[in-house]
């Protein structure tokens, strides 16, 4: 059966999106990402050299646009303005490449999204023909004014950004998978396997993680055991749990037939 994770009309096998900051060096980076099964990277491009300083290691060598579909994402942005800016730049030096993910932070403090210029961002990018995933807050009537723009995708935070505090609020992941009309992926917070099963059980279309990864004390063990748990994660959620039953105990083996 096709369980495929689709995005702006294409098609995707893996639903565990791999960020490519904070490791040791690009050949870690690699070796992450082939164990995640990951299809979808995300690139900070004010941090990470994909053809902007070209006497440095470039990421292009390392995991090649032939290979994987690059994310271009804001990380460092806290205003509309630097947001477009740098996707722009993206689109240029990723040969006219639409995908991306906007974020525009809040702080330096907590990275919480600052969901006004979000919104401010996420219009003149739609308008300019870019297909936007969009990382914001756990606010379902964001998140649906966010769809409603013409976003692709919507991202909300499970906790914050690097904090690896797991979902922290599964009600509100759930009013807003089952209000969209787009992939619902869950962004930032993810700190072990247990929390991208959770996400997944919960119906999201996927998880999106960096610093889970990289952070681990075996970024590439880590990697693996998070696509683990992705697709149980999703087989779980096709599956269709039991009912929760409150002081109902019910026997797992027969109770006919007992000897005695």
Known sequence: MSDAL?????????????????????T???AAIDASGAEIITVAIRR????????EPSLLDYLPPSE????PNTAGCYSAEDAVRTLRLARELLDDHRLVKLEVLGDP???????METIAAAKTLVKEGFEVMVYTSDDPIIAKQLEDIGCVAV??????????????????LQIIIESANIPVLVDAGVGCASDAAIAMELGCAGVLMNTAIAAARDPVLMAGA???????????????????????????????????
């Open 28 to 30: 870690q980076t690699r």
């Open 6 to 26: 689709v995005i702006a009309g294409k098609s995707y096998q893996s639903r565990l999106l791999v960020g490519t900051g904070k490791y040791a060096d690009f």
């Open 109 to 115: 403090n907590t990275l919480y999204p600052n969901v």
């Open 48 to 55: 990470t050299n994909i053809g902007q300083n070209a006497n």
């Open 226 to 260: 998070m696509k683990k748990a992705v697709e149980a994660g999703r087989e779980s959620f096709l599956a269709g749990r039991m009912a929760k039953k409150l002081y109902s105990a019910s026997p797992s083996s027969p109770t006919t037939g007992m000897i005695g």
């Open 68 to 71: 994987f579909t690059y994310l």
């Open 155 to 172: 991202m909300p935070l499970a906790s914050l950004i690097g904090s690896g505090m797991g979902i922290l609020n599964p009600w509100n």
